[in-house]
């Protein structure tokens, strides 16, 4: 199924944007892909709920100490919200990465699992909510068929639940549907750790709050720092200073703010205590780095 799909993506491209890199929307809802003809270096970025499918190339992302590695026929499940350092890690201009991301739906998700006649315990609460899995078969076939309707638009509200419940079917009995069924279920763990994390984000530019994050997971102070670190391989301090950070660099790139502006609107109340831990984070200087981003011939996909 790779080929077809190799194709139907070029082809979706090339009617979209000829020679043009980087990443696309599509009138599907939830789905992006992508084309890049070089290695693209480490970018941070917030990846949220999806599945991230290499057809051709490789990729890889860091989410705290794990590094996850994934190349063609397989594919990224993230089932939480975290920043993570990504990077595309093989492209040429004779074989383009070639890719596509499909954003989880999690009303059809459950839908599907209150369907099932013996849905899939959830795992164990430790770690995982991110990991990478063989993308072939059925899977393939349902991604394919998505990627098609972007030649038909007036069939993609008739048709996209119906193959977006086949997707979330084929991940639900598929070898990590444990982790998967997680993201549907409101009374799991990952599922209050998840409301905790939309706090923080919604209101990352105020000061952590430990007991107000273990509130909404409802979970002990101690618990909720322990779990939280497990799923995200980092601290809630550690999570709001990416964000923070995050929406800074895209403050400076799209916006045009200036590096204190940046800084205080974000939640800094020093200029040079934010342009020190840009830098330790994104490995240049606030300016340095803009400057490069804008340089780009293309959108860096990560």
């Known amino acids: 199924m790779l080929t077809p799909l190799r194709h139907a993506i070029l082809d979706y491209i090339d009617r979209l944007a000829g020679d043009a890199e980087g990443r696309f929307e599509t009138p599907v809802k939830a789905l992006s892909v992508s084309r890049v003809s070089q290695p693209v270096m480490p970018r941070h970025m917030i990846y949220r709920p999806t599945i991230c499918i290499v057809v ?10 794990r590094v996850f590695g994934y190349r063609e026929m397989q594919s990224l499940v993230v089932t939480f919200e975290v920043p993570a350092l990504g990077q595309i890690t093989e492209a040429s201009r004779e074989a ?4 596509l991301n499909i954003d989880f739906d999690v009303a059809i998700l459950r839908e599907v699992m209150e369907a099932m ?3 899939p315990r ?3 609460e430790g770690a995982a ?7 072939d078969g059925v899977l393939a076939d349902c991604v394919l068929r998505l990627v098609k309707l972007t030649e038909t638009p007036k069939a993609i509200p008739v048709l996209y639940p119906a193959i977006m419940r086949e997707i979330c079917y084929w991940l639900l009995t598929g070898p990590n549907g444990r982790e998967v069924c997680k993201l549907a279920l409101p009374g799991s763990h990952a599922r209050r750790m998840t409301d905790a994390i939309n706090l923080l984000r919604d209101n990352f530019t105020a000061p952590v709050r430990i007991e107000r994050l273990a509130a909404a997971a409802r979970m002990s102070p101690s618990s909720f720092h322990q779990h939280f670190k497990d799923m995200t391989a980092m601290t809630p301090l550690q999570y709001q200073k990416n964000l923070r950070l995050l929406e800074a660099r895209r403050l400076m790139v799209a916006d045009g703010a200036s590096v204190a502006s ?13 342009s020190r831990e840009y830098s330790r984070t994104f ?5 340095r780095d803009v400057t490069e981003i804008k340089a780009m011939p ?5």
């Open 129 to 135: 909510g991110v990991f990478v899995q063989d993308f």
């Open 262 to 274: 940046a800084a205080y609107q974000v939640g800094y109340e020093s200029a040079s205590q934010f």
């Open 56 to 65: 051709q190339g490789a990729k890889q992302i860091m989410v705290g100490d």
């Open 117 to 119: 006649e013996e849905p």
């Open 96 to 99: 383009p990465y070639i890719g």
């Open 298 to 302: 293309f959108q860096a996909v990560a």
């Open 122 to 124: 959830p795992a164990g």
């Open 283 to 287: 490995g240049t200087p606030p300016k």
